[in-house]
Structure formats: C-alpha cells, structure tokens
C-alpha cells in the first residue's frame, strides 16, 4: 500500500523554494517606459529525508513451511505502518504551519467553525488559487464524518456538504466530538501541489530478514526501512479547520 495523500520525488536532500509574497504582471503599451521589476519575496523549505522503521519477529517455522500468503501479509502490514507513520508526520507539519509565512515556512489558512452545509466551500474558498481543484481532497477523523452527513440528512439531502470532493480517514485528526477548542478537526488541501515527500532510495520500503542473532530462539526479525522527508512547499495550499468554542 501506497499513500493516497503525497506525492514522491527521488532526491538526496532538496531545499525548496516557495513565493512568500510577489507582484502581479503588468501590460506594457508600445512606446511607454519600462515596466518596473518584480517584487519577490521567497523562502525556502528544507526537507531532510529520516527513516522510518517498523519490525517484528517470526518463528523460524513459519519460515520454514514457506508461507507466502502469510509472509506476504507480514511484509504488506510492515509497509502500511511505515506509510501511516509518514502520513501522520505530514498532517502534524501542517497543523503546525503559522498562518502568516516566514523564511521557512508556507503558510495556512484557518477557517474555525462547527461542521455546516458550507464550511467546506468555506475552506476551498480560502485556498490559492493554483491548487488544482481536482486534486483538492478533505482529511478527516471517521468520527467526524457523521457529524458532516447529519448535516446533508437535515436539509434532505439538497446538496453536497463535501463539494464533490474525496474525503480521506485518518485516526491522526481529532474527532470533532472529542476536539478542545481550537483543535484541527479536518484539513482541506492539494497534496500533490502542496506537499512533498523525498525518497532517496526510490518510491518503496525495503524489507530485510535477520536469522542469526536470535538464532538460538528459532526467531527471525523481519525489518521494514524507508528513508523519506516530508514537507509542506507551498502557501496557502492548505486549510485547517479547528473547533468553535461550545456554547
């Protein structure tokens, strides 16, 4: 299993770049002086690839009795947990941007209501406009998703409360139930514009098998590694909705 979330870029170490802020093109008539330059604010976002382990051990008779169902099944488990793992730092990092950016870090917008019929246009609305409107998906907890569709059951089902957009689960969002004020209940967003994950050793997780440390107790450890960085690259290509006050 792969993530549905980011996409990969082969690389070492990558820095960055993102428009902090800048000016807007101008028309230029024949015979008029020249246009003025740019003003161009950039910052740079460094995305240094760590790697993310996940092991467990197995008896030296299930290797023996070649179980590749099984073992395929421990493989595939391993390499789900890693992939979840990196998910969960992505959706960490941008729940920790600030709303204004700096020298390193993009910004995020933050749209802080309860679940209605139109805090999810609300949230696309407060996107940039060079996110891709086809890849915009909407993350949230399980929990939450009830909280969305007893507002579509409501009004009779009269409209989309998700705008047509993917939801993708994700157990690293607080519920909106369990949510203190101000906690980020859903992220809205395009991951393939704003995100990025460096593999330095390719789009996989590699799988190694250990049977001679622990030999003597018919053990063999099975270790899944990936090496990855993630980072957020763009402003404003993310929103975060976070919890209301109670009344």
């Known amino acids: 299993p792969r993530s549905t979330l980011f996409p990969y870029t082969t690389l070492f170490q990558s820095s960055i770049q993102f428009e902090v802020s800048g000016s807007d093109a101008v028309i230029h008539y024949e015979g ?57 730092i992505l959706l960490n990092a941008i ?7 700096d020298a390193t870090h993009p910004s995020v917008k933050t749209v802080k209501s309860a679940p209605t019929g139109y805090v999810i246009a609300d949230a696309i609305g407060n996107l940039c406009a060079d996110v891709r409107g086809n890849n915009t998906v ?16 409501q009004a009779n089902y009269a409209y989309d409360v998700f705008e047509g957009k993917k939801v993708v689960f994700s157990d690293d969002i607080a519920a909106y139930d369990t949510a203190s004020e101000n906690d ?60 209301p006050a109670s009344l």
């Not at 092991?55 to 947990?81: A, M």
């Not at 729940?95 to 950016?101: N, R």
């Not at 980020?184 to 393939?192: K, L, M, R």
């Open 95 to 101: 729940d920790a941007l600030p709303t204004t950016a």
């Open 138 to 153: 909407i993350v949230m907890n399980p929990l939450t998703f009830k909280e969305f569709r007893k507002v579509q059951v």
């Open 184 to 243: 980020t209940y859903a992220i809205v967003g395009d991951f393939s514009y704003g995100a990025r994950a460096i593999v330095p050793n390719g789009d996989r997780v590699e799988i190694k098998y250990d049977d001679k440390t622990r030999m003597k107790s018919d053990l063999v450890d099975i270790l899944g590694r990936e090496p990855i960085g993630l980072g957020v690259v763009a402003c404003k290509s993310f929103v975060r909705l976070t919890k």
């Open 32 to 88: 008029s002086g020249a246009v003025d330059e740019e003003t161009l604010t950039i910052g740079t976002v460094e995305i240094i690839p760590r790697t993310i382990k996940k092991w467990i051990s197995v008896t030296d008779e299930i290797i023996d009795l070649r179980g590749e169902d099984f073992l395929n099944y421990i493989k595939d488990e391993l390499t789900y947990k890693i992939v979840r793992k990196a998910e969960s």
